[in-house]
């Protein structure tokens, strides 16, 4: 059938507000699209960990595993921490358990929406940043050990999560290459000249490299990197890199055009994905209407495209252009959230982007 | 006796440049003081292992640590590799080897130097980080296990470095907060909401900022401080942060302030430091005369400064001050580096600073 089941986990502060409004705009859009998008609401976060003990429980796990994707809002509050002293992540299970490798993070400047850096090319950013997102540094969480005097993380990298990840970031950049009318580039972040973990990451790239000669490909080490998407970011298109580097990068690149409230992103494995804003639960403005949904929204726009990739047809892929192009619009007709200085809450937001579904 | 020895090991690519400039700086300088700096030149880096298979030396390395102070340029080469795959990097070794676990690299706008950001406070921005450079996740260089299918690193963080650390840039911000006439801040960058091992680096520092009441405190995850060393950088003060985290964002941080030329740095520890600009050795560029060598002659700079604290005397702060005012001065009349798109080479450049030192 032409219905897809939602599991959306709204989670904890803003991610709650986030998530309504962007179910707001779901719903004029599905219809109009006559897709049939079944939503099933499921509790997990900060919260449920403080009132039942445990982050995300096991059926909430299997429901949301059985869906055809996830949308997820944000999780996470400073203070609620589990016995070693972190944060309550359960996001970052789902990536993990459900080997959702590709972190999909782009970046682009919305009309109207102001960019940080002075120079006029700014604007012109396009570029996505593929973190990986089941192991690199992040392979430690729940196994760093702590004694008094020392505390140790493990990084690791494995040939073939890598393997995937490669596949999919040449693969990204050959679809975008259409879109942007041009040759697509893959820019491997990794840190090889100090460390044999990302030397064997580069060999791995260079090998897949090799299958895709009709892309572009070189390697960055990360500081670099990170010196670069201030000095240049509208020269990059596929950035591939380490968990941990990719949280970094996103950040600043989210910097870049407007900040969190303008970073989708989506955690895509070869079965399962997740959709979700970049940013966190912003315990500063949660439950004030005010956090920017746009994030959230363009990541279900990510969702209705990985949907229609996964076989549900073409109107799903027309619904994605149409909500991103819906967004667009907004801003470039006035919108301005508060993130950005302006005046619109979240409500607001919804229901500026929903109005230019149907013109 | 009021000489001090100083090794110079210029290494790579324009890092022999440079470091010629600000020798030729140095020169006159200490003329005007009356203080003796004995130079002597010692080869290390990755010609050095090209062509006698060691990157320094024992002797080099004996000498270095014998000398008051260590002037370096910059280090490896792309095309010059060890057999696991990784650049030639010596200066980590002396990081390692004589402890330096402070690698301060300060940031701020010189006057007419270009800033990155549209904002226009980007101009006030006046921050230091201090990387911790002997563990953290280079702790594992030289100790990455490969296989055919996978590749870790150990990232360690110990007790005694991480106090040395917090004393460190406690002791950093009282000294800055009298320069800048208003309250220290140390923001501590970790990722201690996932990982053990930043739990507990926090937690120490918790314990060392209770013995400093007169700075204010906190911390910050890294991803959070990549996008808001992009969105307000200018309220930033002191930012002590892991060895990896502080690679990257020194990297970032000089995107900022017009790029890796203006970006000095001094590795510390309780007996020995290395000063050396951020940047690489620019192979690209490199024996074309077009290198800037302000980071270089601001690092000496620092040199002076850190001398004159280990009790070389007033003659030393007041020079060091001396050749901070003449950078500043030799920009704001109009020196312009190839790097920010002006025309003055290597040279042009030590001279144009050199000619405001005499008054
Ligand atoms: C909230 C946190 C655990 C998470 C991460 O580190 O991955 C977030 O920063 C992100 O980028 O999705
Ligand atoms: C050249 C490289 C080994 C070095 C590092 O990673 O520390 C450099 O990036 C730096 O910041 O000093």
Same sequence: chains 1, 2.
């Avoid at 003990?53 to 949308?71: C, H």
């Avoid at 969190?260 to 959709?275: K, L, Q």
């Amino acid at each position: 059938s032409n219905t897809h089941r939602i599991a959306v986990l709204p989670g904890d502060g803003i991610g709650t507000e986030v998530t309504a409004a962007t179910l707001a705009v779901l719903e004029p859009l599905s219809k109009r699209h006559g897709i049939g998008l079944a939503f099933e609401e499921l509790r997990a976060g900060a919260f449920c960990y403080r009132d039942t003990g445990t982050a995300m429980s096991e059926e909430t796990f299997e429901r949301a595993s059985k869906a055809d994707a996830i949308l997820l809002g944000a999780m996470g509050w400073p203070e609620i921490r589990a016995k070693d002293g972190t944060e309550i992540a359960p996001q970052l299970d789902l990536r993990f358990r459900l080997n959702l490798y590709a972190g999909v993070r782009p970046f682009r400047a919305l009309p109207g929406v102001p960019v940080a850096l002075a120079d006029p090319r700014a604007r012109d950013i396009d570029l996505v940043i593929v973190r990986e997102s089941t192991e690199g540094l992040f392979f430690s969480r729940d196994r760093g050990i702590v004694t008094h005097d020392m505390a140790e993380e493990t990084l690791r990298i494995t040939r073939g999560v890598t393997e995937k990840l490669a596949r999919f970031s040449f693969g990204l950049a050959q679809q975008r290459a259409g879109r942007r009318g041009r040759q697509g580039t893959v820019t491997l972040v990794d840190k090889a000249n100090v460390f044999r973990a990302f030397a064997f990451m580069r060999g791995i790239f260079a090998e897949i490299a090799a299958d895709h000669p009709d892309v572009a490909h070189g390697a960055h080490y990360v500081d670099a990197m990170a010196l670069d998407l201030v000095r240049k970011p509208w020269t990059f298109d596929v950035l591939p890199t380490e968990n941990m580097f990719g949280d970094i990068l996103s950040d600043l690149g989210a910097g870049l055009v407007g900040g969190m409230g303008f970073a989708p992103s989506a955690d895509i494995g070869d079965e399962h994905a997740v959709f979700q804003p970049a940013h966190g639960t912003a315990p500063d403005i949660a439950g004030k209407g005010l956090a920017n949904p746009t994030a959230t929204i363009l990541s279900a726009a990510m969702m209705l495209d990985w949907l229609a990739g996964k076989g549900a047809g073409q109107a799903y892929s027309d619904a994605a252009a149409e909500l991103d192009a819906a967004v667009d619009a907004a801003f470039a007709r006035g919108l301005r959230t508060a993130d950005i200085g302006g005046r619109d809450g979240t409500a607001a937001a919804a229901m500026a982007i929903a109005a230019q579904l149907r013109r």
